[in-house]
């Protein structure tokens, strides 16, 4: 069961529920690409006038091809890296800016989970002690304190504090290592989670588990969340809204419906004609790199049942692979 103490963002909502929770506003990065043109040096236009607006308590899916520009946005929102224009507005406050938000006081409130679970742990710190470093070392907490938290985080994620709390990141499988990660991020009590790729390495049965897990944990710590994936298969299951990337910008937005149903850009359109589907209705005779070419509208698809504010379940029996709990 989920430890509502643990979370105090309901005195943090500054705007109430009508104000959204992250505005991004037309923010670029550029970066030195490797050839020449003309004498001068090419660049890359990673992000290219990036703007959104994320609600309380819902779930942004942000999808798009390789090398759109997916993760150099989230790392422009967390300001991991620096923006050459535009800004961030963390529920109200400008980040960075002279009377807003400081970026420290910001990732106090945003935090991110990234894809590969081993290479963001620290291999030679415990569990216990790899999830009890924020709160000790940002918020101050007493080592005890500290501890106590990092155990109650465990047992929030599924890890059972007396068998996962003295291991090392290697001793765990990745679900697992996922697990602790995801502890990790919620032990500075944040309001919003960005999520990049968060569950694509995982095999499909631990997948599931870990899709449930946060629902779970968006639901009962009013968690945001912004989920970035390749797999237009879970966006569609996890999303409240959803934006496409191509090229450093956001082509199309909407809600799950508009987008997985009534996509009008043709760059969406050609997406989700490349997505593997369990559809038979959908059943296609060429294999999937023939199939992501601009075409006609995709026939309607059912829509996944959905809950009030958690997604809806995820099926951990759907593959042979399936193992105990905490995978
Ligand atoms: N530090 C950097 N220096 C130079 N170019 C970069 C840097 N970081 C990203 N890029 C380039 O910016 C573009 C966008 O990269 P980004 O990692 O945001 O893509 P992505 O959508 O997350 O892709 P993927 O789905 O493969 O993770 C790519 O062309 C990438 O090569
Ligand atoms: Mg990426």
Partial sequence: MIDRALSDGSDRDRGGPAQPL???????????????????????????????????????????ESGCGKSTTARLLLHLIKPDAGEVIFDGEAVGAPRGLTIREMRLQMQM??????????????????????????????????????????????????????????ELSGGQRQRVNIARALALEPRLLILDEAVSALDKSVEAQILNLLADLRRDLDLTYIFISHDLNVVRHVSDRVVVMYLGRIVEAGSVGEIFRRARHPYTQALLRAMPSMDPDRRTAAPPSTRLRVAASEPAAPSPRRSARGFPPVSTRSTANTRSPAT
């Avoid at 090419?42 to 999808?63: H, I, P, Y």
């Avoid at 465990?154 to 291991?167: H, N, T, W």
């Fill in 22 to 64: 992250l505005l991004a506003r037309d923010l670029k990065k550029h970066f030195p690409g490797k050839g020449r043109w003309l004498g001068r040096r090419e660049m890359v236009q990673a992000v290219d006038g990036v703007s959104f607006s994320l609600a309380k308590g819902t779930t942004l899916g942000v999808v798009g």
């Fill in 113 to 170: 989970v990234f894809q590969d679970s081993y290479s963001s742990l620290n291999p030679r710190a415990t569990i216990a002690d790899i999830v009890a470093f924020g709160p000790r070392t940002a918020k101050h907490l007493r080592p005890h304190h500290a501890r106590e938290r990092a155990e109650r985080l465990l047992e929030q994620v599924g890890l059972r504090p007396s068998f996962f709390a003295r291991r090392y990141p290697h």
